[in-house]
């Protein structure tokens, strides 16, 4: 079995400063974990994703991850807000099965 | 490369109608394909998925069903719609049998049940 907590709701920065969006998964095995985005009305876009190579994952719009297996962590950074970052954000983890589980996402607000 | 096309984009139905949502995949061969809803202000809820054609597994039961008449075609269907049906639908595609490599997903379907 497995799960992923997404520690925060909501949000909120001003814009120019660091972003820290929180995910803790729970699993039986070493899953993959990925980060999507999901701006108003939209699809799902993935950000960036972990498949057991390198730790610390790039991913588009200047988003980064660091996978910490003793923290059981995949928390999501970017070192500068833009206002265009402002979206709903979801961490997801699959692997054993067909079916993904998804953290119940974190808004992020951008403050001009 | 592959893409996921899924419509309408928006739709406003009365209680009581049908419903029949589309969702196909291009550039990939047996895709896993996935429907989920997302109720307002909350996350995705897994609906359907699908390993191979007529193979259907449901994951809550509800007042939907889907099929899979073709290898890239998934459809979402209702017979008499609910006010509770209200949401935004959402296919998704991944292959592979872990999901390793990641989940492509469509622009979404609005569904207003009025």
């Known amino acids: 079995a497995q799960s992923v907590t997404q520690l925060d709701s909501h949000v909120s920065v001003s814009e120019g400063t660091p972003v820290l969006l929180r995910c803790n998964y729970s699993s039986s095995y070493s899953p993959s974990l990925f980060w999507y985005v999901q701006h108003p009305n939209k699809g799902l876009q993935l950000l960036l994703k972990y498949t057991s190579a390198a730790t610390l994952v790039k991913g588009i719009n200047g988003f980064e991850a660091e996978f910490k297996k003793s923290e059981t962590s995949f928390h999501l950074t970017k070192p500068s807000a833009h206002m265009s970052d402002a979206a709903e954000y979801f961490c997801?983890?699959?692997?054993?099965?067909?079916?993904?589980?998804f953290g119940r996402g974190t808004s992020l607000i951008v403050h001009p | 490369s592959q893409t996921i096309h899924q419509w309408p984009a928006t739709l406003v139905q009365p209680v009581g109608s049908p419903l029949s949502l589309e969702c196909t995949v291009e550039?990939?061969?047996?895709?896993?394909l996935y429907w989920y809803r997302q109720a307002a202000g909350r996350g995705l809820q897994l609906l359907f998925y699908s390993v191979g054609i007529g193979q259907i597994s449901s994951e809550v039961p509800q007042n939907l069903s889907a099929s899979r008449p073709q290898d890239r075609q998934f459809i979402l269907s209702s017979k008499k719609l609910l006010l509770s049906d209200s949401g935004f639908y959402l296919c998704?595609?991944?292959?592979?049998?872990?999901?390793?490599?990641?989940?492509?997903f469509g622009s979404g379907t609005r569904l207003t049940v009025v």
């Open positions: 997801v983890a699959s692997g054993g099965s067909y079916i993904p589980t």
């Open positions: 550039g990939t061969s047996n895709p896993n």
């Open positions: 998704a595609w991944s292959y592979g049998t872990l999901g390793n490599y990641g989940y492509t």
